[in-house]
T-cell receptor, first 113, second 114 residues
């Protein structure tokens, strides 16, 4: 009963390095999301994918790219990491009905030096 | 303007007492839904309760209930008989219309004292 799995759980990068955060869900959900969580800011949406084959920008997309590889997997890429991208990143998925809650992964704590 | 406002950055409650966490929202849609999530210190986000705008009854899930006041645009979370394990951050979120995308508030930190 894995739910939403994120890898890695922790990562330290140097400014300018690139990195891909992986997310996979085994609940056959259509929608997937990437959020970042910063102190005092709640969760801010980076990108989302309403269904396989589609992706859209959220509130804070600059500096990120995403790939919806298949229905299960939704990855987030930082092409050239910046200290401002130090954050905790959460992946989530949701069933199609808009009344359904999101299911979250355990998060990736990313530090950029 | 923020769509979801949680005005209490931090709350304290004695074990076994009830506590109310405030959430006000802003939307012009007639159809919307409100979610509450709990984030303990371990970091995971746990869904607690959902209230739809057309639901006639206030939502309840065990010790959690939602005090939904539509005219005031508030959806406060009530936790009855607080337990030490309730110490966590609590987030209110709203989805509007048929949107796939909930908007989150900034959260309230709850500390339960023994």
């Amino acid at each position: 009963n894995a739910g939403v799995t994120q890898t890695p759980k922790f990562q330290v990068l140097k400014t300018g390095q690139s990195m891909t955060l992986q997310c996979a869900q085994d609940m056959n959900h259509n929608s997937m999301y990437w959020y970042r969580q910063d102190p005092g800011m709640g969760l801010r949406l980076i990108y989302y994918s309403a269904s396989e084959g589609t992706t859209d920008k959220g509130e804070v997309p600059n500096g990120y790219n995403v790939s919806r590889l298949n229905k299960r997997e939704f990855s987030l890429r930082l092409e050239s990491a910046a200290p401002s991208q130090t954050s905790v990143y959460f992946c989530a998925s949701r069933q199609g009905n808009s009344n359904q809650p999101q299911h979250f992964g355990d998060g990736t704590r990313l530090s950029i030096l | 303007a923020q769509k979801i406002t949680q005005t209490q950055p931090g709350m304290f409650v004695q074990e076994k007492e009830a506590v109310t966490l405030d959430c006000t929202y802003d939307t012009s849609d007639q159809s919307y839904g409100l979610f509450w999530y709990k984030q303990p210190s371990s970091g995971e986000m746990i869904f607690l309760i959902y209230q739809g705008s057309y639901d006639e009854q206030n939502a309840t899930e065990g010790r959690y209930s939602l005090n939904f006041q539509k005219a005031r645009k508030s959806a406060n979370l009530v936790i009855s008989a607080s337990q030490l394990g309730d110490s966590a951050m609590y987030f209110c979120a709203m989805r509007e219309g048929g949107s796939y995308i909930p908007t989150f508030g900034r959260g309230t930190s709850l500390i339960v004292h023994p």
